[in-house]
């Protein structure tokens, strides 16, 4: 069973791996973007880090809801409300069980990514964030690191596509042959939950 | 660069806007400007922001007769609905507040959830979207077209109509009649370089220019070896003439994108204005200057506006903002 403390370490994960990784989404999104991505989510997810040991909330639903609410408060730009709409609807549809399986974290997943589709209009073959997360999702059944695996396979994936959503839809042919930063950074919370289960 | 550090770039230039104007109520902190007498009672207020990098807007267009608050985000990036809602708030006398939102994917998705927010804090709240920018297919399969230099007819126009004090719909109507009416195109001449990256954007040769560029460093849809500013007045007029056509005289814009003299863009607006001639278009008004900017790129755009009598009273009605300021 996964609990508050896992979700924790969750989030602690992805903030380190943003830090890590920040120069390369920014660089991702400088040809097809406006090289900020690394920054914007290094902000958020220093602010989320930093907002989880001031509350210290106490259930998996309320770490995500909180992280969800301040990333939407703090990032800005696209990326805040659809990564924050991303981690709050997941933290909602897992409800206030002290712990939770991973069977239900996958199924609340899938809610928070149907969430993210719907806010942002972006369907899978879009060039997207959601050309990492709904192969993730799908993979979760079999274990974290076929999550992580998947949606790491999912970014790379999306090089040859032209974009149909974002800021990179605006350079239209010119956006193929790029790996899209924000399914990069899917990548990276995926990894994270990985390393957070210890796989 | 002249700055201190990256990170503090945008509360850096709200403290000098505050120092520069002492008519603005700046809120470094929560990153809001506001007009220093909002609320102004039984009148409609109007809120914008976005990504900063391309000032004067949004900022340095509050004031009497534009806007009465503005959210000014990271650079290039939507602010957050906090700043919008407590923008609302600290505007609204009641007669309801117009988001003016720059059709870009985070800024809409920004403005809608403070949309929601300010509703339930019993605030009116109307919305336009500005999506001018016929580089841009606009299709089912992009984002939309994006908001540009149209930005600051919408703000001035629909900003007269709220100070005469119109009803929120009828202020609403205008700022759509406005956008409806407006088409810009834009060229870079160099990529511009953002703080936080600290090297250009993107990599273009001196000699060669991009077509079809927006206001945040994106490259454009085509790239091209030099051209003259005829040249370039003659793509940029015909691009966005192959979208619009005026029946009625138009409003133009020669904007800057940041780097480029105004004696150059004044050179640039003579072949503007000459296309226009040669196209039949009859201009009623035309400002030139750095207005929609894109940090330090060089280029230019061009935004022509279709206008009728009420919009053209409107345009010509006092305004008085740190960036445009005639009548009073």
Redesign the interface.
């Known amino acids: 069973m996964l609990d508050a403390d896992f979700f924790r370490r969750w989030m602690t994960a992805t903030a380190a791996l943003v830090d890590r990784e920040a120069e390369r989404l920014?660089a991702l999104d400088?040809?097809?973007?406006?090289?900020?991505h690394g920054?914007?989510l290094q902000?958020g997810f220093t602010a989320v880090t930093a907002a989880l040991e001031e509350e210290k909330p106490d259930t998996p639903g309320a770490v995500l809801t909180l992280a969800g609410r301040r990333l939407?408060?703090?990032?800005?730009?696209?990326?805040?409300?659809?990564y924050g709409t991303l981690l709050r609807r997941t933290g909602k549809a897992l409800g206030d069980a002290a712990e939770v399986s991973a069977e239900q974290l996958a199924e609340a997943l899938r809610t928070g990514v149907d969430a993210v589709r719907t806010?942002?209009g972006a369907a899978p073959g879009d060039k997207t964030m959601i050309d990492a997360l709904v192969p993730a999702v799908d993979a979760l059944g079999d274990s974290f690191a076929a999550a992580r695996d998947a949606a790491d396979e999912g970014a790379r994936a999306t090089t040859p596509l032209q974009a149909?959503?974002?800021?990179a839809?605006?350079?239209?042919e010119?956006s193929i042959g790029h790996q899209d930063p924000g399914a990069t950074s899917s990548a990276l919370v995926m990894a994270a939950l990985a390393e957070a289960a210890g796989e | 660069m002249l700055i201190n550090v990256p990170e503090t770039v945008v509360a850096d230039a709200l403290r000098g806007m505050a120092a520069a104007h002492p008519e603005l109520a700046v809120d470094v902190e929560n990153r809001v400007i506001v007009r220093r007498d909002a609320p102004v009672a039984g009148k409609v207020a109007l809120v914008s922001g976005g990504g900063s990098g391309h000032e004067p807007l949004h900022g340095g267009f509050v004031g009497p007769g534009m806007l009465s608050a503005a959210c000014p985000g990271e650079v290039f990036t939507s602010p957050v609905p906090d700043q919008m809602v407590r923008a609302a708030a600290a505007v609204d006398s009641g007669a309801g507040v117009l988001f003016v939102v720059k059709n870009y994917t985070g800024d809409v998705l920004n403005f809608d959830m403070a949309a929601e927010l300010a509703e339930d804090e019993g605030i009116q709240v109307a919305k336009v979207l500005v999506n001018d920018d016929v580089a841009v297919t606009d299709s089912l399969y992009t984002a939309g077209r994006r908001g540009t230099g149209a930005t600051l007819f919408v703000e001035k126009i629909a900003g007269a109509a709220a100070d005469e004090g119109r009803p929120l719909e009828q202020v609403e109507a205008i700022a759509r009649r406005v956008n409806d009416n407006s088409r810009s195109f834009g060229v870079a001449l160099s990529a511009c370089t953002t703080p936080a990256k600290g090297s250009p954007t993107f990599d273009l040769p001196a000699g060669e220019l991009e077509l079809g560029i927006g206001i945040h460093g994106e490259p454009g849809r085509e790239r091209r070896p030099m051209m003259t500013a005829g040249e370039i007045a003659d793509a940029a007029v015909d691009a966005v003439l192959a979208d619009l056509s005026p029946r009625n005289p138009v409003l133009v814009l020669v904007n800057g994108m940041g780097a480029t003299p105004l004696l150059e863009l004044y050179g640039f607006n003579a072949e503007v204005q000459r296309v226009l001639g040669e196209r039949g278009v009859a201009v009623a008004r035309t400002l030139v200057g750095n207005y929609v900017t894109s940090l330090d790129m060089a280029g230019a755009s061009v935004t022509l506006c279709q206008i009728d009598e009420e919009l053209l009273a409107l345009w010509d009605a006092p305004v008085r903002t740190p960036g445009l300021r005639w009548g009073m």
């Open positions: 920014t400088s040809p097809i973007g406006d090289a900020d920054t914007n902000r939407i408060s703090t990032v800005g730009g696209a990326s805040g409300p659809l806010l942002g149909r959503k974002g800021r839809s605006y350079l239209g010119r």
